[in-house]
Every structure is written in C-alpha cells, then in structure tokens.
C-alpha cells in the first residue's frame, strides 16, 4: 500500500539527511514516522511531501534510509548493519510565512507528485496551509484523500482576539505598519486560510479527527466525507519520566506558547495578581521567544501590538519579576520544564486538542485548561485537573458553523460587545480561582496527576494509535468511486 503524507514542515529526519535546520514542530510526527519504520511486517510504503522556500532546491523522489529500532537511528554511524526503511522525499515550493496567501502553482507542483508516486491513499497533516487545499483541487480521486484536523482556522478566526479591550485591539506599532501585520490583520489572515480550509474539507472523502467538537464542525461542511476518529501519538521521549512534586519549584507555572492573543496569555497575566496574595512565590514561565522585550533600540522597534499590551499588564500588575519567557525549547527542553513545573496551564481561546496539554498529561503534571472547543474530548476536567472558564464562541459560530444569515450575524456580534468586558473579568478570575484552588489541596492534586497520566495513556498508546491508522489507511485504499 502507497501513502503520501503531506506534511506543513520537513521532518527533522529528512532535514538531518538535507544537512537542514530541524523545526521542533509537530514533533507527534517524526513519532508517527519512528512507528511505520519500525513495523518489520508492514507492508506500507512511505512518500513525504513538504514545503520548501521559493529559493531552494526541491528535492526529488530523494531517498531517505531510516533505521527501524531506535538504538540503531541513534548509532547509525557506527552501525551499519542496522535494517533500514526508505523514505521516498518530495519537496514543494510554498509561502508559509504567508499561509492566507493561495499560490496556483501549488497544484502543479502537487500534481507532478501525486503522479510521480501514485498513491493508494493521501495523508494531509492538518488544514492550516494551501498546500491542503491543492491537493484536494489536484488529485482526482478524492474517495483517497484523508484530511487530518489539527486546527480549525475559520473559528480561530472568531476567537483570535480572546476578550481583549476594543481599545487594545485597534492599536498598531512601528513593527505592525512596517509589516502590515496589526492584530487585525492577523485575524483577517486566519479568516483567508479559513475559506481554504473549508474547501478542502468540503473536497475531501475522508476526515480523520481526535475530538467531538472537530467532529461536529467537519461533519456540519462536509456531511458525506467519511469522519475517522484517531488519537495522536506524542514525541517518544514524553512516554518516560514522571511529574514528583518534590523535584518541582513550587508554585511554578507552565504555559506553552504565547506568541499571539488566541494562546490567552492575557488571562493569566491579569489572573496573577489574585494569585500572588494567596501565594506570594507564584512564578510564570513561558516557552517561545519574549514578545515584551523592550531594552535595545531594535527591541522597542520590533515590538507588537500585542506584546506591548502584555508588557503594559507585567508593569501594571507590577509582574516584571514573576514573569519569563524561555526562548525556543527543544522536545528535552520542554520535558525538564514540564517536570520541573506546580502546574501546566492551557489558557488559550480556542483549541482542538493541544499536544502540549497531552504531554503534561503523559507526564503527570497537574493541569488546569479553559473548557473550549475539542479540549474536554481530551481532559476530564474535576478528574485529570481543574477547568476554567474560556472563551465564548459567537452564538453563530458555535451553533450555525457561520451561517450566512449576515443580520444575525450582525445583531449577535453587538450583543457579544456588551458583555465582552464582563466576560474577561469571569475568565480571569475564574483562571485565578482554579490555580488557588489546586494548590490548596495537595493529596487532591495528586490524585489529579495519576488520573491524569492514566487517561493519558490511552488516549496516546502508540500501539493502538497506529493500528487504527494502518486500519483506516487500509479501508480507503479499498475505496471505490
């Protein structure tokens, strides 16, 4: 059996052979790939497609050997007797710094591929980028296409700004300009890679989700696309360790990313202030680069909208001590912070199903998450940790999937300003009550953290996980028109 995945980024064993930088993202998918490498009887043959610059090399039909057991991909120099699996490459010329962006020539490219390869069953890792949209224009036999959702981008769209002031969200910075990129804009984009992910789904004759509510969404665009339910498989390395809480700082917290309002890092930052008068040590820390850094010139000209209103949240709530940001962590990196951590929070607007979320799990960190879109199809709430309030989606988002009845779009959207400020303050302390509240019962944390782990590992075991993935490959290659 032929499966092409087409991938958002080069994997980094493929960027290892290419002598390229490795992304750390998507790090669940060089897990997937350890797995079919290591399935002596599988009979699967593997293509990658990925995007690469407009000024680089494409590469073509490229073969990369993979060794099958992980002992031998970590002494492949030295082992050279070790049994190999080949990887068929194919790199594809595509803009993701601009992903609202449509390129025609995408489907040329992705045409010459599929073709190239003829496969049983094509594997697109996500929506969030064109290149999704034009294999699904390209590729004739659309009963072969499997469309993995990762996110949503039209109803990210709706829940970008995550109950920031009106006043906040229309200010603009030397950077923004320069850019064009002003918090605005940013959602418009979400909005334009909306329309092409619908599309896509819309094309596409199959689906393969992980959560009720992106089941729900997908079924609503595309009723006759058959719908598979498959969890993820995680980054190996987070499947060892467990959280101790004698090895953490206490009243540590954890957020994983903070680059832009969706992630939500607003809410905790007005959150801590309450926290602190119950516990004084409270300290947050943040992966990813600092958006608030202000001390050179070039910082203060680099600055965003939306860094300068975190900034302006640290100085009011007198946070500048409290508050770090750690730069760009590698999967071992994040790991020791998991570890190291009270507490991981997920404080995001809107999510589908969080790997981050996941892997604090599988570790057995106490965690506490906004109740929004997918996440309850993945954390059990006042079992595995503690909700909090999040984000209201728009009546016409969350029950019509935006319909276009454009009047009532129009009078809900009013009725939803009159309330936003009320909404942001029941968020924030709402975050506040549930931090307080977890760690004021350390045996009730405890139990949450095996409860945690346990759910953890079901919903991530890597055997049933890619046995499912073998049996839904299978079932689409036996796909007629």
């Not at 070790?82 to 595509?94: K, L, R």
């Not at 991981?344 to 599988?362: H, K, V």
């Not at 209201?392 to 009159?418: I, W």
């Amino acid at each position: 059996m032929k499966v092409l995945w087409v991938c958002n980024i080069m994997l980094p064993v493929i960027a290892e052979a290419l002598h390229k930088e490795a992304s750390n993202k998507e790090g669940w998918l060089s897990g997937l790939l350890e797995q079919v490498a290591a399935e002596n009887s599988s009979d699967l043959e593997l293509a990658v497609a990925f995007p690469v610059p407009a000024d680089t090399e494409v590469p073509w039909r490229l073969q990369i050997a993979m060794p099958r057991e992980k002992e031998d991909r970590e002494h492949l120099q030295t082992n050279t007797d070790a049994e190999i699996y080949n990887i068929t490459c194919y790199g594809f010329h595509e803009d993701t710094v601009h992903p609202d962006r449509y390129q025609p020539l995408l489907e040329e490219e992705l045409h010459r591929i599929t073709e190239d390869f003829s496969p049983d069953v094509i594997h697109c890792f996500g929506t969030e980028y064109p290149h999704t949209l034009a294999v699904c224009r390209v590729f004739p036999h659309k009963e072969k296409i499997l469309v993995g959702i990762q996110g949503i981008c039209t109803l990210c769209a709706e829940a970008y700004f995550a109950d920031m002031p009106e006043s906040e969200i229309h200010k603009s910075t030397f950077r923004d300009l320069v850019k064009k990129d002003t918090l605005r804009s940013q959602q418009e984009k979400f909005a334009r890679r909306g329309v092409m992910e619908r599309e896509a789904i819309g094309l596409a004759g199959n689906i393969t989700g992980r959560t009720a509510w992106d089941r729900a969404v997908t079924t609503a665009w595309n009723p006759k696309a058959h719908y598979y339910t498959m969890n993820e498989t995680l980054r190996a390395s987070f499947y060892e360790g467990q959280w101790q809480p004698e090895h953490c700082e206490p009243y540590s917290i954890f957020v994983s990313q903070a680059d832009y309002p969706l992630k939500g890092l607003h809410y905790l930052l007005q959150a801590l202030p309450q926290i602190r008068e119950k516990y004084p040590r409270v300290q947050v820390y943040v992966a990813g680069n600092d958006l608030t850094a202000y001390r050179t010139s070039k910082e203060k000209l680099k600055i965003s909208a939306y860094g300068r209103y975190l900034r302006r949240l640290i100085r009011e709530g007198q946070l500048e001590d409290r508050v770090h940001f750690l730069g760009k962590l590698t999967g071992e990196e994040m790991k020791e912070r998991f570890l190291k951590s009270h507490l991981f929070l997920c404080c995001s607007s809107l999510e589908n199903s969080p790997n981050s979320l996941g892997e604090a799990m599988l570790l057995g960190v106490p965690c506490i998450s906004t109740e929004v879109g997918g996440i309850p199809s993945l954390f059990d709430g006042g079992r595995d940790g503690l909700w909090c309030r999040g984000h209201q989606l728009s009546e016409v988002a969350e029950n019509d999937q935006y319909a276009s009845d454009a009047s009532k779009s129009k009078n809900n959207m009013r009725n939803y300003k009159t309330t936003k400020t009320e909404e942001l303050e029941n968020i924030v302390n709402s975050m506040a009550n549930s931090i307080i509240e977890i760690w004021s019962s350390p045996e009730k944390m405890l139990e949450y953290s095996k409860n945690a782990r346990e759910h953890a590992r079901k919903t991530h075991d890597k055997e049933q996980n890619f046995a499912k993935l073998q049996e839904i490959y299978a079932n689409i290659a036996g796909r007629k028109e």
